[in-house]
């Protein structure tokens, strides 16, 4: 099974470079250099203090499962405070993600903590996330019970509001959200997935790999799959996903499929467009009987795969379209629709 393993990890390797190239060289309109696609990226204020940024370890983990924690400076342990779990993607490491989401700068803008759970080459040769192995699917085991155990610490350790606890990835690290939020949907309000892939499915790798590039075979499945857990916890979990419609490595049906998954019964909302960063978008929303967003899919003209607005301090960003990870915090902490 190992090598089968390492072969997958191999194929997602060669697709994220050939992607990252496509962005540098294939996308229209495309900046001639590099330095054009920072001048266009959505700013992001720079906080006047900065929290701290600091390395942990899981209390009794096997292999010592380490996390990052991004305190801001504004925390002060008086008043409860939001967390966001962010999930790398393949070939990252939490400063990668950290840099090319900004998502510390809007951890400082709002005054929430974000914390990133590291997956090491010695787990996946490429530091994936293992989303499409049912060892890793499900409760009380694997990688999903890591990061749970990893959100209890720092609420533990931290006065963290209950309610706004959220959950955000991007490719595999998106995938793997969705898995831990079907295993302890009582621990989180939303979860946000950039170039994912719906709720389990793919059940190995062959699957994974056709998953990728054509979504899964059988799409109406999919809602039933994860309609008891997602909605274990009473209050069902609140989706926002962003996807390039260019994206060679997954494919944007996968967007397609797993909006499907959540909006069963929902109303949808009039769809809007518009233009970020030189790209145009398409935004599609879900409410609830009380009227309330459920879901929300924005889907970027000419995005590979790459996080949509990030810094090109980052791997697997484009400062190009809408600011991913400021849209994602907006539907998070319950704003108004973003632009």
């Known amino acids: ?36 696609h920072q001048a266009q990226a959505p700013a992001v204020a720079s906080p006047a203090r900065e929290g701290s940024f600091t390395w942990h370890t899981l209390a009794d983990s096997a292999g010592g499962r380490r996390y990052k924690l991004y305190v801001p400076a504004s925390y002060d342990g008086t008043r409860a ?17 950290a840099r090319g989401t900004r998502m510390n700068a809007l951890a400082e803008e709002h005054g929430f903590l974000a914390v990133y759970p590291e997956q090491t080459a010695a787990v996946q040769p490429q ?75 793919a059940g190995g790798v062959p699957e994974a790999l056709g998953v990728m590039q054509h979504g899964a075979p059988d799409p109406a499945s999919l809602g039933s799959l994860a309609d008891a857990v997602l909605r274990a916890r009473g209050t069902p979990i609140r989706l926002v996903a962003f996807h390039g419609a260019a994206d060679p490595v997954v494919r944007v049906v996968n967007a397609g499929q797993l909006v499907g998954q959540w909006t069963a019964g929902l109303a ?10 030189g790209l145009a978008w398409v935004r599609r929303a879900w409410t609830g009987s009380d009227g309330r967003p459920r879901v929300e899919e924005t889907v970027v003209e000419g995005l590979g795969h790459a996080w949509s607005g990030g810094s090109p301090e980052g791997t697997y960003t484009d400062a190009r379209g809408p600011d991913a990870s400021r849209e994602m915090i907006r539907f998070f902490l319950g704003g108004g629709p973003g632009a």
């Not at 949808?268 to 960063?277: D, I, K, M, S, V």
Request: proline share 8%; glycine share 8%.
């Open 81 to 97: 405070v939001p967390l966001v779990v962010m999930l790398h993607g393949c070939t990252q490491d939490p400063d990668d993600f």
């Open 127 to 201: 530091k994936c996330w293992t989303w499409y192995d049912p060892a890793h699917q499900a409760r009380g085991a694997g990688e999903p019970e890591a990061i749970a155990r990893i959100t209890r610490e720092v609420m533990g350790s931290h006065r963290v509001d209950p309610a706004r606890v959220f959950v955000a990835g991007v490719s595999a690290g998106g995938a793997m959200a969705l898995n831990v939020v079907a295993s302890y949907p009582e621990l989180f309000a939303a979860v946000g997935v950039h170039s994912g892939i719906a709720y389990r499915a």
């Open 1 to 36: 099974m190992k090598p089968i393993l390492t072969l997958l990890c191999i194929l997602m390797s060669m697709s994220i470079d050939l992607a990252a190239a496509n962005a540098a060289t294939a996308q229209t309109p495309a900046p001639a250099q590099p330095q054009s």
């Open 268 to 277: 949808a909302a009039p769809e809007q467009r518009g233009e970020a960063g």
